[in-house]
């Protein structure tokens, strides 16, 4: 069974810190992969997903991830962060060529920004 | 255009009742996926249904069962339930066979089993 792993449970940053949260997954077929944020009473959202091609993708509000197949990751950066980006963010792998297929999630990541 | 809707948002159960949960696709969309969250853990999948059959399931007991109907929403039933259901549940709806796309999820239903 394929498993997705975050590296950091709880990070805790202060405004224009720079931000890199890590996911591992251990599948090794084709993969579809995701990064979601959940804001504080808000539902899932996603940030960024990467299908095919360009191994570096940009999503919303200024968040980036690259895609190494060779080490299994897709590690999501942003330059510098707001007080507005505390939230938990969790990384999310599909199998296979339908990106709709069943979504494995990482334990999720914590972020507080301190103002 | 609405997003997924899930109903209700939150429910108190006692342990061994039963409950079921509701949840509307995005228009368009024609896959309906269930999700458990426990409190500080990442969602787990259950199943997935399309064409109105259970088409993929994860790793969770026979207590959990679901439907979909005609027009796409879905039911998500749990039977005598224990005090380790208690979680936050997620629908996700997207649309099977086009490459691409996402899942897009609902607010969630938040139940506690006491």
């Known amino acids: 069974a394929q498993s997705v792993s975050q590296h950091n449970h709880h990070v805790i940053l202060s405004e224009a810190a720079s931000l890199e949260l890590g996911c591992n997954y251990s599948y090794g077929g084709t993969v579809n992969l995701f990064w979601y944020v959940q804001y504080p009473g808000q539902h899932l959202q996603l940030l960024l997903k990467?299908?095919?091609?360009?191994?570096l993708v940009k999503g919303i509000k200024g968040f980036e991830a690259e895609f190494i197949k060779s080490k299994f990751s897709f590690n999501l950066r942003k330059p510098s962060v707001q007080w507005s980006d505390t939230a938990e963010y969790f990384c999310?792998?599909?199998?296979?060529?339908?990106?709709?297929?069943?979504?494995?999630f990482g334990g999720g990541t914590r972020l507080m920004v301190k103002p | 255009d609405a997003g997924v809707t899930q109903s209700p948002t939150h429910l108190i159960k006692t342990r061994g009742q039963q409950v079921t949960l509701r949840c509307s696709p995005k228009?368009?969309?024609?896959?309906v996926s269930w999700y458990q969250q426990a409190l500080g853990q990442g969602p787990q999948f259950i199943f997935q249904?399309?064409?109105?059959?259970?088409?993929q399931r994860g790793n969770f007991p026979d207590r959990f069962s679901g439907h979909q109907f005609p027009n796409y929403s879905s039911e998500l039933n749990v039977n005598a339930l224990l005090l380790g259901d208690s979680a936050l549940y997620l629908c996700?709806?997207?649309?099977?066979?086009?490459?691409?796309?996402?899942?897009?999820f609902g607010q969630g239903t938040r139940l506690t089993v006491v």
């Open positions: 999310a792998v599909s199998r296979g060529n339908n990106a709709g297929n069943m979504l494995t």
């Open positions: 228009s368009g969309h024609d896959t």
């Open positions: 990467y299908f095919s091609g360009d191994p």
């Open positions: 996700a709806s997207s649309l099977v066979g086009r490459e691409n796309t996402e899942a897009f």
């Open positions: 249904y399309y064409e109105e059959e259970e088409r």
